[in-house]
């Protein structure tokens, strides 16, 4: 490998993101076009955006239950990941990110960029919720009165 080759190599990263589920596909192409635009001016070579669609969140954040998740695949240094975490955070209508390394020294004439892929997400709203989100979770009467108090205490 020469040293012009070594000088070239990148790392691969992909990071996630939620997205406010009422917002518009236009405004959830903007967040996209900012992130590809400082890929782009910071030296990395960006892969492929995957917006899989409006999901059912784990546990509700910022009140909604569901979010729109993005998938961000590119190619940069560990400043441009702190530049696109920056800029995530900046905006309200993300509400969470989280960015991984993939690989270490990629050559980028390796990795050729793929079209922008766009899925359904789910697509029965009617689903019943799980964990603590059910209707029937009453926090601990199922236990009924064999579980400790550990707010009181005896007097004697």
Do not use: C
């Amino acid at each position: 490998m020469t040293a012009s080759n070594a000088a070239n190599r990148l790392r691969e990263y992909e990071t996630v993101f939620l997205i406010k589920p009422d917002l518009t596909d236009e405004n959830v192409d903007k967040v996209k076009e900012r992130v590809r635009g400082i890929v782009s001016r910071d030296g990395g070579k960006f892969l492929r955006f995957t917006i899989w669609g409006k999901k059912r969140t784990m546990y509700p954040i910022d009140k909604q239950p569901r979010a729109i998740y993005v998938h961000a695949h590119y190619l940069g240094g560990s400043n441009m990941v702190a530049e696109v975490e920056r800029n995530l955070r900046n905006y309200d209508e993300v509400s969470r990110f989280l960015s991984i390394k993939i690989a270490a020294d990629i050559d980028p004439e390796t990795r050729q960029p793929q079209e922008d892929l766009k899925l359904a997400g789910d697509v029965d709203d009617n689903r019943p919720l799980g964990g603590a989100e059910r209707d029937s979770y009453r926090g601990g009467d199922e236990y009924g009165d064999d579980m400790p108090d550990f707010g009181k205490y005896d007097e004697a």
